[in-house]
Nanobody
Framework: QVQLVESGGGSVQAGGSLRLSCAAS?????MAWFRQAPGKEREGVGY???????FYANSVKGRFTISRDNIKNFLYLQMDSLKPEDTAVYYC??????????????????WGQGTQVTVSS
């Protein structure tokens, strides 16, 4: 069982930046970020494997950067050029098997509690 705890959310104006962190209680092959905006389904933001493979959703490509510290078991999400449509609860997720390293919600069996990000115009 892996426990995930997110931190770093907050409020920022459009064009600003925020950095989210996710602390994991153990190592997993795949760690990912998801988000859920009010009234919408949860969507994948991006993931990173222990080997360094990174994948981003088109909606954040070029603005968000994922990184991880495999020794400390941390996952990070640097969010730049934030837009009001980025407002959501951001979740950290993890999957143990390589074939489950996707942006499909059901492939991840470990989840954090979420952290709120609010971007004002």
């Amino acid at each position: 069982q892996v426990q995930l705890v997110e931190s770093g959310g907050g409020s920022v104006q459009a064009g600003g930046s925020l950095r989210l962190s996710c602390a994991a209680s153990g190592s997993t092959y795949c760690m990912a970020w998801f988000r859920q905006a009010p009234g919408k389904e949860r969507e994948g933001v991006g993931y990173m494997t222990t080997g360094g493979t990174i994948f981003y959703a088109n909606s954040v490509k070029g603005r968000f950067t994922i990184s991880r510290d495999n020794i400390k078991n941390f996952l990070y999400l640097q969010m730049d050029s934030l837009k009001p449509e980025d407002t959501a609860v951001y979740y950290c997720a993890a999957a143990a098997a390589p074939k489950l390293c996707t942006l499909r919600e059901y492939d991840h069996n470990y989840w954090g509690q979420g952290t709120q990000v609010t971007v004002s115009s």
